[in-house]
């Protein structure tokens, strides 16, 4: 088993929806939750990055992590036809000095117009 | 430059031929990363470079990897005697620190060992 799931997808939403996007993890150690973006045969860009839990806002994108539960959340509001990308959600425990990240298997997703 | 960047942008190779790839960190960046992204699979860590400590190699999925960062800088992913199963999106990311910085990526160097 995997430390962290991820949804493959893809998932495809007409403009304008609310997009929901998740992942689950294993390892209670984890404190450090990010998502990124990755666009085609482009690199990841960090987009949200949230320690322990709670709620995250930026913009249209909320950020939400749930530790008992062991399970976080991305949403997208009004989502733009430029949101469509793959979205890989990341990992770290604390104190790990080197950030290695454990990133989930990323959603492809596709807004249509 | 702005970002990190990786050269080349794509390999292909045949099977057993070494290949190196690489990577230019953002100017300052003291830490710089190595993930591989194959398909269907998340970025998967496979090395570390901080300062002049020594590297953390702990993800490198067998001995035929090996990298190198020459002065603080340019680091190079060497894979020798290539298999099919090494074909993947090799990244690079660097940070300003070994702490909790942002990582930023390059573009990935994508190969194909046919």
């Known amino acids: 088993q995997k430390e962290v799931e991820q949804d493959p997808g893809p998932l495809s939403v007409p403009e304008g929806a609310i997009v929901s996007l998740n992942c689950t993890y294993s390892?209670?150690?984890?404190?450090?939750f990010m998502w990124y973006r990755q666009y085609s045969r482009k690199g990841p860009e960090l987009l949200m990055y949230?320690?322990?839990?709670g709620n995250k806002e930026d913009g249209r994108f909320t950020a939400q992590v749930d530790k008992s539960s062991k399970y976080i959340s991305l949403f997208i509001r009004d989502s733009q036809p430029s949101d469509s990308a793959t979205y890989l959600c990341?990992?770290?425990?604390?104190?790990?000095?080197?950030?290695?990240?454990?990133f989930g298997q990323g959603t492809r997703l596709t807004i249509n117009p | 430059g702005a970002g990190v960047s990786q050269s080349p942008s794509n390999k292909v190779t045949e099977k057993g031929k070494d290949v190196e790839l690489r990577c230019d960190p953002i100017?300052?960046?003291?830490?710089l990363y190595w993930y591989r992204q194959s398909l269907g699979q998340g970025l998967e860590f496979l090395i570390y470079f901080q300062g002049n400590s020594a590297p953390d190699k702990s993800g490198l999925p067998s001995d035929r990897f090996s990298a190198e960062r020459t002065g603080g800088s340019v680091s190079t992913l060497t894979i020798q005697r290539t298999q099919q199963e090494d074909s993947a999106v090799y990244l690079c990311?660097?940070?300003?620190?070994?702490?909790?910085?942002?990582?930023?990526f390059g573009p990935g160097t994508r190969l194909t060992v046919l």
């Open positions: 990311a660097s940070t300003k620190g070994p702490s909790t910085d942002t990582q930023y």
């Open positions: 100017s300052g960046h003291t830490a």
């Open positions: 949230t320690y322990s839990s």
């Open positions: 390892n209670s150690a984890f404190q450090y």
């Open positions: 990341a990992m770290l425990p604390p104190d790990q000095g080197a950030q290695k990240l454990v």
